[in-house]
């Protein structure tokens, strides 16, 4: 355990934020569905098409480091690389912006991706989504992105309570979910809070931000933000996705915790080791030689390296957690709709910017009924209460929070806050926006409506 945790106090000694700029790094990894004009998704060889298209204009191929195919294409920024890509399925393309020192800048980035998309999507037919799930294509592992990271999950968390077997498994479902995820930097006592204050206010933002309750054709009965509780089908037990079980003490805390969850792969030459035999990843750790499975079902003998530990923070789903890169990820969010998605990336950083307030403002409030106002969220946004939690009270005072985050920055960014105000006076979330388009005219009405 000891080692891990210095491994942790290593990164964020590597990764501290610079002291200009205001100290912070900001960065968007932004997720949407592909579709066609009848909102079912694009065809594989449209993607292929999409990292043909930006190599053209002078990015980088990025291959998987296993089939040495190409898939994804990435350029230079500022302080890392913008990549785009495929996660879970390949009909949802991710971008993942260079992270910059403000929103101004990150929007600046927006709209350069957006003129970079603009005649691939004409050219070939097909939209990018400004919304949190596949509307018509219901899951399946002919949606899967064939890589290296892809082959493992049913290997390791297999199951078919949602999707037929011959559908695939249940990790199918996240070749639908589509979100808009915000990395901020922060220092290593920063870290902590920063985690706790995301993860408090979860129900808050989701309350604000649902958009996924057209999927399958049709609208889901029961939520609003379909594409959160996807997390939850898949993995009902083990405190690994949505918020903790608690918030945690500091950095010893947080890494007791996630070194106690059952570590998923590592990587061997580009090769992933699938590891079944460890309760924990700090049991694997610990382990010299250690023994995995190859993908020809061989057990193998691994030594366990540094960069299994980062490779392991990918290996958990809280709604924030801190990154491989020793930022803190608040992913917690549906994609939003055109003209909006930078509104999480402000209310993140708002937060981030004002973790005092943030520590002030969600003590009244028991953990446990924090955890039930991300479910209730999901289920209705803003237009509900239960005991223990007025959400609409709760987002409330983040709102205020987050705007006194960036209003101490001193640089007008509160600006981009105002989508998520305007939603607060209404009590509507854009997912009941999407529902009247849906009503209204049909899937057509709502990819028109929601195309970037």
């Known amino acids: 355990m000891d080692s891990i945790y210095k491994h942790f106090l290593a990164g964020f000694r590597e990764a501290s934020p610079p002291r200009e700029s205001n100290g912070r790094r900001i960065g968007a990894e932004l997720k949407f569905p592909l579709v066609n004009d009848d909102g079912t998704a694009a065809d594989l060889n449209a993607v292929h098409a999409l990292w043909r298209h930006l190599q053209e204009r002078g990015w980088k191929p990025v291959k998987d480091s296993a089939s040495g195919e190409v898939v994804g294409a990435r350029k230079p920024g500022e302080q890392n690389d913008t990549v785009a890509s495929c996660e879970t399925g390949y009909c949802k393309p991710e971008f993942s912006l260079a ?47 064939k890589k290296t990271r892809t082959s493992v999950w049913d290997k390791v968390f297999g199951a078919n309570r949602w999707i037929p077997h011959e559908d695939g498994d249940d990790v199918c479902l996240f070749t639908l979910n589509a979100a808009t995820h915000v990395h901020v930097s922060v220092s290593r006592e920063e870290a902590i809070p920063a985690v706790n204050a995301l993860n408090g206010f979860s129900g808050a933002q989701i309350a604000l931000t649902a958009n996924s309750n057209v999927w399958k054709g049709r609208i889901d009965p029961y939520y609003k933000c379909v594409s959160e509780k996807l997390w939850d089908m898949w993995m009902p037990d083990g405190n690994r996705v949505g918020v903790p079980e608690k918030p945690f003490k500091d950095l010893k805390d947080y890494v007791r915790t996630i070194a106690g969850f059952r570590p998923v792969y590592v990587k061997r030459d580009g090769v992933p080791i699938i590891l079944k035999r460890y309760k924990s990843f700090a049991s694997y750790y610990r382990t010299r030689p250690a023994t ?19 490779l392991h923070s990918t290996c958990y789903w809280y709604n924030a957690r801190l990154s491989r890169y020793y930022t803190v990820e608040n992913r917690t969010n549906d994609q939003q709709p055109p003209g909006e998605l930078l509104c999480v990336s402000a209310l993140t950083l708002g937060l981030v910017s004002a973790l005092d307030e943030c520590k002030e403002a969600l003590a009244p409030y028991d953990w446990q009924n924090l955890r039930r106002a991300r479910d209730a969220a999901c289920r209705s946004a803003p237009a509900r209460q239960f005991d223990g939690v007025d959400l609409v009270g709760l987002a409330t005072t983040m709102l205020d929070v987050a705007r006194d985050g960036l209003c101490n920055r001193g640089l007008g960014e509160e600006e981009f806050l105002l989508p998520l105000e305007e939603r607060l006076a209404t009590k509507r979330c854009p997912a009941d926006e999407a529902e009247d388009l849906f009503s209204q005219g049909g899937i057509e009405y709502l990819v028109a409506a929601r195309t970037l």
């Open 99 to 145: 992270h910059v020192s403000n929103l101004f800048d990150l929007a600046e980035e927006l709209r350069e991706l957006t003129e970079e998309l603009r005649p691939f999507d004409r050219r070939q037919r097909v939209h990018f989504l400004c919304y949190g799930i596949q509307p018509v294509t219901p899951p399946s592992e002919r949606l899967m992105m």
């Open 292 to 310: 995995g499975i190859d993908p020809d079902g061989n057990e193998v003998s691994v030594m366990p390296e540094e960069s299994d530990i980062d």
